[in-house]
């Protein structure tokens, strides 16, 4: 009878500190609206929802009209309310007509702009007596779907933990929006990874009939966007990123591979920000998310040799109807654009001799410009390809061929000398070689200026200029010194 009434009295205690207790989600969630996905036995199966947060009420409100609402009750341990930092929170959670239940929720930051949640595997009809053993860690389960919000500008994108270049081939049961399509025709296919400064992640299918069907790009034939938030779940990584134009939405694609990424990896390319366990029977993956098997390869260096080949593995029957063939730009050496001695996307040109020379930054970083090369910081060496416009004298089309796997790139430089200093700008996108679609890369398509973006100006000031009497005076110097040494 005794332990009876001090089990009472101690469930009473409890109730009465939890209804004392001042309970408040984070700040940071109060004033925006969060999107995702939520699965309460309710809705059956998962329903986009929009999810707001009050002071201490979590309300969700799906598609479906089911309203579901998580009360926060106490807070477990110390927490900030200034922002996310892994708080956990008991909660009085209703969904539709289910009974009232209990669960405990702890909140994980992934970014400013995604949080994830991880909730009882097991919700109490009533409340626990020990709340603390209730909310360990063993007890909670990952959320499969994270919540998001738009972001405010630009400025909240991240880092991608994914660089360089890889060649991408589809799973062997990709469905493709042209059924029956060869599927010889789209490989191999190529994911870039911010390879050079101010560009973006890009996944390019080479034309839409090479599109995933679950990719969800209409007409376009490649996908490209910034990231949002990445981390690592067991052995592999999570990488959120908004496509580009909606980074004000709460579309995003989930890209996962192995975290101790290779040369030679498996990736799988979500249309959406499904997360949870890597395998499919432990994870929230089974619930609809679309998703496409990539297995990516990280290319060895290319010369200037290897731009005169062949990008398609079904070039010997390709249709090389006059430049602008369906398939010439994929089979440049079979369709006869380019041999030994020649090639008609990568005809060398030179700059103006009067930009010849070092030229400094206000942060004394060096730009070099010796005959058709320009060597910019960070971007590495560019060369002046023989793509021009009579308009526009002082634009420049130029190749980069980055060292880590990317694919030799196609950009638009800006060169105006004036007062004895040189301003230059250069486009943050890029077209890649041998092109994209069905066409071969041109002035218009590498610098168009309705479909690039640009870095701002910036002025240089003459360093040493480079002529030829100053190289073979180095070169002179230099064989001195090696004759001294050995």
Wanted: aromatic letters at 10%; hydrophobic letters at 35%.
């Amino acid at each position: 009878m005794m332990s009876r009434l001090v089990a009472v009295f101690c469930v009473l205690v409890n109730g009465v500190n939890l209804a004392r207790a001042t309970c408040s989600f984070p700040e940071t969630l109060l004033t925006d609206n969060w999107q995702g996905h939520y699965i309460p036995s309710a809705s059956q199966g998962n329903k986009v929802l929009q999810a707001n947060f009050t002071t201490d009420q979590m309300d969700v409100q799906l598609r479906s009209s089911v309203v579901c609402s998580r009360r926060c009750i106490s807070a477990i341990g110390d927490v900030s309310n200034s922002y996310v930092n892994g708080q956990t929170y008991v909660v009085r959670e209703t969904c539709g007509s289910d009974a009232v239940t209990f669960r405990c929720v702890h909140f994980l930051n992934r970014s400013t702009t995604v949080i994830q949640l991880k909730s009882s595997k097991f919700p109490l009809q009533n409340l626990p007596l020990n709340t603390e053993g209730f909310c360990t860690d063993d007890n909670l389960g990952i959320e499969s779907w994270p919540l998001a919000r738009p972001l405010r500008d630009e400025t909240e994108f991240e880092d991608c933990p994914l660089t360089g270049g890889f060649e991408m081939t589809l799973g062997t049961n990709t469905k493709y929006l042209l059924p029956n399509f060869p599927r010889d025709v789209c490989s191999p296919l190529a994911l870039d990874g911010s390879c050079l400064p101010g560009e973006k992640l890009s996944f390019d299918f080479k034309d839409r009939f090479c599109v995933p069907a679950k990719v969800r790009l209409t007409w376009k034939s490649s996908l490209q966007g910034s990231c949002t938030a990445s981390w690592q779940d067991g052995n592999y990584t999570l990488m959120l990123f908004a496509a580009e134009g909606q980074y004000k939405t709460i579309s995003r694609y989930t890209l996962r591979f192995p975290a101790n990424n290779r040369n030679i990896m498996n990736a799988t390319l979500f249309a959406s920000p499904a997360l949870g366990s890597p395998e499919p029977e432990d994870s929230g993956l089974d619930v609809g998310a679309p998703a496409v098997e990539l297995h990516l390869k990280r290319p060895e260096l290319r010369g200037w040799s290897d731009l005169c080949q062949d990008n398609q593995d079904d070039c010997d029957w390709a249709i090389c109807d006059g430049r602008y063939g369906p398939y010439g730009h994929r089979c440049l050496r079979s369709c006869g654009h380019c041999n030994d001695t020649y090639n008609r996307i990568a005809t060398r040109c030179e700059f103006p001799s009067n930009y010849s020379g070092s030229w400094r930054t206000a942060s004394n970083s060096v730009f070099t410009v010796i005959s058709g090369t320009i060597v910019v910081p960070e971007y590495g060496d560019m060369t002046c390809i023989d793509f021009q416009s009579p308009d526009l004298p002082n634009r420049f089309v130029v190749l980069s061929m980055p060292n880590n796997g990317c694919r030799p790139r196609y950009k638009c430089l800006d060169l105006e000398k004036t007062d004895g200093k040189l301003r230059w700008r250069i486009n943050n996108g890029f077209e890649p070689w041998p092109g994209y679609g069905v066409r071969l890369p041109s002035f218009t398509s590498v610098c168009n200026e309705t479909l690039r973006d640009w870095t701002e100006w910036e002025t240089l000031s003459r360093g040493i200029q480079v002529t030829p009497s100053i190289l073979i005076l180095v070169l002179f110097v230099l064989a001195e010194l090696f004759q001294a040494i050995f």
